[in-house]
């Protein structure tokens, strides 16, 4: 009896010590680590970032298969915010606060990015950003996977003003109306200040999310560029509205030799479904193309198409890979590296052990996340819109470049330190 009695005593003190977190190891070993990702999955941004769910879902499977992080299984919980910002606020907070993630991999648009911010910074989360961007912060709480002005959009400009790029000397600066494309204008006017570009040779014109009816733009920029020196355009355009925009770029007949335009919010998957024959020779600066040859990004490609079949996607046999997908892939291994450097996943931790994470990447380059600006160094590379929807890369950077989160062209940056604020 005397036996039984000891036996029920230690059964209630297990269920107890389970119940308040103190069980033993081999219950922990059990669980998973579980890791949010937050896209639009319906709405005017749903073009764009729903290749990037996939993407992360993919990169969690592969991880998995390889043995997870630390022995756990990495379990992801998938939220939809739907194009709507506000939304992104609520929707980290349920992941942080209801679901308990670990960590978040998640937003396209900046203002996405900025309204989820506070919430990050209160609830002390981790957020993995895959997107160029229009720098101008640096926060604890965030690692920048894409690329800063520097890495994209400064270089495209450089391209276009060069003989190669065709000696454009009046620009278009032609973006969707919110933060990332007015404050990337504002660092492109300032460097083509910088270079003797008066403002009268600079046209700047914004429309809202899911515009449609380019005509009326088009026809101005056609007006613009007739006036006696060479235009290029450059293009913030964002979401579902780059395919109204492109195909009436056909229709008017405004080809690259006369009016090049380069973009930096469309990619190989953006022009799927689009015919782009009309649009062969216009641009597009990113850190990443899936034309660019070599074994790594060979594999990457074949992993997302066999991922896409498995997955029964929407037109699996015609899926792309693309810069963002690349950054969502290499953010995601390195936060898998930080973790197993840290022996936790504990924010702060895990934050230290990012500094110096190396991580070989599609683009064919060893991609360094800096010591101390928690932004990747990244190459560069401009292609040219070929008629299978694909780039030509006909300018790129030797090597990675370091991330400039606060451009030198904007007064008063030089006073900025080059390191999150801990607070």
């Not at 970032?49 to 992360?56: G, P, R, S, V």
């Not at 002005?149 to 009046?170: F, H, T």
């Not at 101390?372 to 470049?401: A, C, M, R, S, Y």
């Amino acid at each position: 009896m005397q036996t039984r009695r000891n036996f029920l005593k230690m059964t209630v003190l297990s269920s107890l010590l389970t119940l308040s977190g103190l069980a033993s190891f081999s219950v922990h070993a059990a669980e998973t680590i579980k890791v949010g990702i937050l896209h639009s999955l319906s709405g005017t941004m749903a073009i764009s970032e729903t290749a990037l769910k996939e993407t992360a879902l993919m990169t969690i499977a592969q991880i998995n298969k390889s043995g997870g992080v630390m022995g756990k299984m990495l379990e992801p919980v998938v939220v939809d915010p739907a194009s709507n910002w506000p939304l992104f606020a609520e929707r980290s907070r349920q992941l942080l606060s209801k679901d308990k993630v670990d960590v978040v991999f998640g937003c396209w648009t900046s203002v996405s990015r900025k309204s989820v911010l506070p919430v990050f910074k209160e609830l002390n989360g981790l957020l993995f950003y895959p997107v160029q961007y229009e720098g101008e912060e640096l926060e604890k709480n965030v690692f920048y996977t894409g690329a800063a002005p520097n890495q994209q959009a400064i270089p495209a400009v450089e391209y276009l003003m060069s003989k190669d790029g065709g000696s454009a000397k009046r620009f278009v600066l032609l973006g969707t109306d919110y933060v990332y494309p007015r404050t990337t204008n504002k660092i492109l006017r300032a460097f083509l200040h910088s270079k003797g570009i008066k403002d009268a040779d600079i046209m700047e014109e914004y429309t809202p999310f899911g515009h449609s009816d380019y005509q009326t733009i088009i026809a101005k920029i056609k007006k613009f560029a007739g006036e006696g020196k060479k235009t290029a355009v450059v293009s913030t355009i964002n979401g579902d509205s780059n395919v109204p925009f492109y195909k009436e770029l056909g229709n008017a007949g405004l080809k690259a030799t006369d009016v090049p335009v380069v973009a930096f919010s469309v990619g190989e998957e953006e022009l799927r479904g689009v015919d782009t024959k009309p649009l062969m020779g216009h641009l597009a600066a990113w850190n990443y193309f899936q034309s660019i040859k070599n074994p790594t990004n060979t594999a990457f490609i074949k992993m997302y198409r066999d991922w896409a079949k498995s997955q029964k996607l929407p037109n699996a046999d015609t899926v792309v890979t693309n810069d963002p997908m690349e950054a969502t892939y290499i953010g995601i291994h390195m936060w898998k590296q930080a973790v197993e450097k840290a022996k936790s996943t504990d924010v702060d931790k895990v934050i230290a052990a990012m500094a110096g994470q190396t991580f070989k990447a599609p683009s064919g380059f060893v991609v360094k996340m800096d010591e101390k600006n928690h932004h990747l160094h990244k190459p560069v590379f401009i292609g040219e819109v070929k008629g299978d929807g694909q780039f030509n890369v006909v300018w790129k950077t030797k090597g990675p470049i370091r991330a400039q989160p606060w451009s030198p062209y904007i007064p008063g940056n030089d006073k900025k330190k080059d390191v999150p604020d801990s607070k």
